[in-house]
Every structure is written in structure tokens, then in C-alpha cells.
């Protein structure tokens, strides 16, 4: 797959989606008066602060594949941002990883206070769940995603992961233990997307289980792709504090096999990622979730 | 009503519901092999701690005043008592209220670190969700009972109320401005019990609307007999820290128009949420909630 034409096709669906997805949250902080000035200021903070928008490219791509609408997916992929938005705040925090700076902004801590930011995490969390359930769809595939996007990201999932990251922090940083967490951490959020992308856009089983296995393999890819550009980029680059992996002793995939090997695991998982798609064949979607692989571990930040 | 009769017919709904709501807290943690063990831990520790399990009681008879069966009705009530605990989780943090003492226990970030005590409330806010969204139920009404848990705890409802809450410290305790942070801190999710359990015990609107407005004025009962409640006991009789609310400048009913008053406000507003049951006539189930406003108000913690 020659670079350019990454580049192109995904580059387009991220930025249609970014557009999309944005104007959708834009739209849902302005409407709710009932929530605290400060609070729905916090939220807009980190909500609001850019980033790659990959999971709602994620869902939209997925719900296309199936035969759905970017309109039947929006309160998936609204959810899903909310909810790697709110796992940032609460990461960051002083008493998590505590970091100052996110995408080249103040961390919402830093410019709201620690209560304030635990608020405006919690109140993206809760809140997701009812975005979703706003869905068009058909209530027994709200449901479906109701499931995964809680089984994604709770005890079991992102929320695990995290915990484990932190347990982990100066142990031995084996294969084993480093891909544990990282299924958890990133992983598991991104095969949601997928997943919660494809039910809402009425795919089958087959389709919902391949997706399923793709989104595991993107997410073991791009979180392998993040450890190696935490050791390898700048501040400017990255858009936020680079080297902390190292300086906090994570179990990463670099302290594991060194920068080159994990280069390698990176490219080696995304295009098991892609072997996952080949059901769907030739579809203009497939393609798009074929480049987003690609970029995933291409990326630059 | 007598205060012996009051005692004997929500005393036991209070004690079966505890009885089935604790078992399947048990059951469900215990069935979590992917949760992180010190994670699994501090999550156990808040939801297994006792207390009076008043939402899944709510839960449970809201279900049966509609006609629906206690197991139609048990993921709701598990979810109910997921999210009340992560509130009390986030709530005690050193960054909020920071308290030491819950429910005679060591809060859970004592016991388990600040890293930790959050993962553990943002692990049962998510599983509360995917909980809710095992119930057999029908998926119609599951998403109902979905939306009604995320409006109520989130930045519209409880959330939004804590944040209210941290802004006022200090602030002048206007009625207006304490009824304000009573409604979206604590009678939002009592409201939310009656609600999602009418709706997954197979309510009507007429019904459900009629119980939102019970719950509604029941959790500002609730709330106004805590402020009593803080400012008048001992932390051997209450379990927590007593008069931090004043130590705090919290904007409390109790501050506004002192403790007498806040008394005979808060007997008001549990016979104004009686009112909302007439509907229902002399259902064993209505009985039921309406003792249950009585004790709200009378209760020593």
C-alpha cells in the first residue's frame, strides 16, 4: 500500500469524521443548561481539545461497512470519544500518571483543579451511556452496545488496564505482562468502536465478530506505535510530555524488546488487523479501516 | 401512620432487598476474573460495606407497585447501588470532600491509595451500565432504564449537583440555591430508582411519571433530614464524620433556616412524595414506599 494513498482515503475519513463528531459535541455541551457553568467548561476543555478523533473514524467506518448511515452511528461515535476523553482526564490527575500538558494544553487539572476534573471525567462517562442510548436504532442493538461499550471500557476493560498499569509500574516488563495491559488499556476501547459501530449500523454477527477482531488487533498495534513514539518523539511532536513511560518504569512494549522490535510488533499486528477485514472484500470502507491500520502505527503523535 | 407499623413493612422490604441486592453484588464480583485483583478489592470494599441499600429498595418496590417481579427488576437495582457507591468513592476523595470514615470503614482511597479509589468508582459507574443492560427486560425498556440512570447521575444530575456543591462552599445558603444542589446531588438518582424500576417491571407512562415525582420529593426528604442529620449527631450514631458540612461552609437546608425548620421541611416534603402515590391506591407495594419516606425522614443515619 503505497504511503500517498494512505494519506488520501483515510486522511479524508478522519478529517469527515473529526468534522462530524465535533459539531455533534459542540452541539450537545451547548444544549444542556442544567449542567454547572464550571463543570460544562471543564468538559468543553478536554472534549473539545482536538486530537485524532480515531475512535468516532472508528465507528463511522465500521457502520458504513455494514450497510449503515454516518446518521445511525453518530451517538456511538459521540460516546466513544466521551468516554477516551473522560479515561484522559482521569489519567492525567496528579494521584494517576500527572501530567500537565495534553495535546499541547494545559491538563484539565491544571486548568480547573482536581475536584473539577474528576467531576468533568465522571460526568463524560455517565453521560455517554445516555448519548448512546439516544440511538435511532433498533433498542435490542442499544442494548448490544450498552454491553460492549461497558464491557470495553469497566473493571475488565480500560479501567483494568489502567490499574494494571499501575501496578505494573517498575516490574518486570515482560511480553506477557506489557500486551495484558495494553488489550485493557487501549485495546479493548477500540474494538468497541468497531463493534459498537457495526451493531448500530446493523451488521450481522459474522460482520460485529470480525470488526471485533480487527479493532483488538488495530488497538494492540496503535498502543505498541504509542510506546515507541513515547520513547523516540519531542514535546512539540507529541503534543505532550514525551519519555514518561520510561521515567514512570511502565511496562511498555519498548522496555520489553527495545525500540526496533517493537517497530516491528507495531506494523506485524496491524496487518494481522487487516486480515481480519478480508469478509468484507473490496468495500470502500474496508479500505478506509485497511489505511487506518496503517496510519495507526505510521503516525507521528 | 404509626412508627411501629412503619417499621415492620419497609423494615423488611429494606432487609429482603438488601438481602437479594448484596447477593448479586457478591455473585457479580465474584464472577470478574478479568478484573484486576486490588482493583476487584477496592471495588468490593465500597459495595460490600453495608448501608441501607435504600435505591435497590426502591428499585425493587417501584417494580412490584407496577405488577413486574424483583428479578425483572434486580439488574436495576445492582446498578443503582453501583453508581450510589462510586458517588460515595469520588465523593470522599482528598480532592473533594475528603473524608477518612464511611459507613464505620476506612474510605476506600485510605484503605486502597488515590490511584486505585478512583479506578474503583470509575469501574462501577461503567459495569453499572453494562449491568443494567443485562436485564431481560425489554430492550425498549431497557433503554429507557438507561438514558433515566445516565441523565440522573450525570452532569445534569448528580454530578452536576457535587459540582454545585464544591462551588458553594463558603457561599450564601439561600432555600433557592441549597434545594438547587439537593435535587441534582441526591433526588435525581432516588428519583432514578423508582424509574428504572417501574420501567423494567413493566410501568405505563401514567406510572412512571407518577413515581419520578414520588422520588423526586422522597431524595430532597432524604437529603434535607442529612443536613439534619450532620449537624445533629454523633459519629458513632452516623457511621461518618458529623458536622463537616458546617466545618466545610457547605450550603446546607440546615444552614439556610437552621434545624428546627429543616426538620419540619423535610416531614413535608415525604408527605408530599406520599401524595404522588394516591395513583396507586392501597397496593401493598405503595404501602411499602410510603414508609420508606417516612423512615427517610426519621431515620438516627
Same mark, same amino acid.
Given at each position: ?35 454547572? &457553568?464550571?463543570?460544562?467548561?471543564? $468538559?468543553?476543555?478536554? #472534549? $473539545? ?8 473514524? %472508528? ?21 466513544? &470519544? $466521551? ?12 494521584? $494517576?500518571? =500527572? /501530567? =500537565? ?31 448512546? @442510548?439516544?440511538?435511532? @436504532? ?10 460492549? #461499550? ?14 494494571? /498499569? ?10 506477557? @505482562? +506489557? ?13 468497541? *468502536? ?10 450481522? &454477527?459474522?460482520?460485529?465478530?470480525? %470488526? ?13 506505535? /504509542? ?17 514518561? /513511560? ?19 510488533? *507495531?506494523? *506485524?499486528?496491524? =496487518? ?19 489505511? #487506518?491500520? *496503517?496510519?495507526? +502505527? &505510521?503516525?507521528?503523535?
Amino acid at each position: 500500500m503505497g504511503k500517498k494513498k494512505v494519506v488520501t482515503a483515510a486522511g479524508r475519513h478522519l478529517a469527515e469524521s473529526a468534522a462530524l463528531v465535533e459539531a455533534a459535541l459542540r452541539e450537545w455541551l451547548g444544549s444542556r443548561p442544567e449542567v454547572p &457553568e464550571r463543570l460544562r467548561k471543564a $468538559m468543553e476543555h478536554s #472534549l $473539545m481539545a482536538g486530537g485524532k478523533r480515531l475512535r468516532p473514524a %472508528l465507528v463511522f467506518a465500521a457502520a458504513e461497512l455494514v450497510g449503515g448511515t454516518r446518521e445511525a452511528a453518530l451517538p456511538g461515535a459521540m460516546a466513544l &470519544e $466521551m468516554i477516551h476523553t473522560y479515561s484522559l482526564i482521569h489519567d492525567d490527575l496528579p494521584a $494517576m500518571d =500527572d /501530567d =500537565d500538558l495534553r495535546r499541547g494544553k494545559p491538563t484539565c487539572h491544571v486548568a480547573f483543579g482536581e475536584a473539577t476534573a474528576i467531576l468533568a471525567g465522571d460526568g463524560l462517562l455517565t453521560d455517554a451511556f445516555g448519548v448512546l @442510548a439516544t440511538s435511532g @436504532a433498533e433498542p435490542a442493538r442499544v442494548r448490544l452496545a450498552v454491553r460492549e #461499550l461497558a464491557a470495553s471500557a469497566g473493571a475488565e476493560g480500560m479501567v483494568g488496564g489502567q490499574q494494571l /498499569d499501575l501496578d505494573g509500574e517498575g516490574g518486570d516488563p515482560t511480553v506477557r @505482562a +506489557v500486551e495484558a495491559i495494553h488489550e485493557k488499556k487501549t485495546a479493548a476501547l477500540l474494538r468497541a *468502536a468497531v463493534v459498537v459501530g457495526s451493531a448500530l449500523g446493523g451488521g450481522n &454477527e459474522v460482520e460485529i465478530s470480525a %470488526l471485533g477482531r480487527y479493532g483488538m488487533a488495530l488497538g494492540l498495534a496503535f498502543q505498541v506505535a /504509542d510506546d515507541v513514539l513515547d520513547a523516540t518523539s519531542t514535546a512539540k511532536e507529541l503534543g505532550k510530555s514525551p519519555g514518561k /513511560d520510561r521515567e514512570q518504569g511502565k511496562l511498555t512494549y519498548v522496555a520489553a524488546v527495545g525500540v526496533e522490535k517493537a517497530r516491528r510488533r *507495531a506494523r *506485524a499486528l496491524a =496487518d494481522e488487523a487487516c486480515e481480519h477485514l478480508r469478509v468484507f472484500g473490496n468495500r470502500p470502507a474496508a479500505k478506509v479501516l485497511r489505511e #487506518l491500520a *496503517a496510519l495507526a +502505527v &505510521e503516525r507521528k503523535s
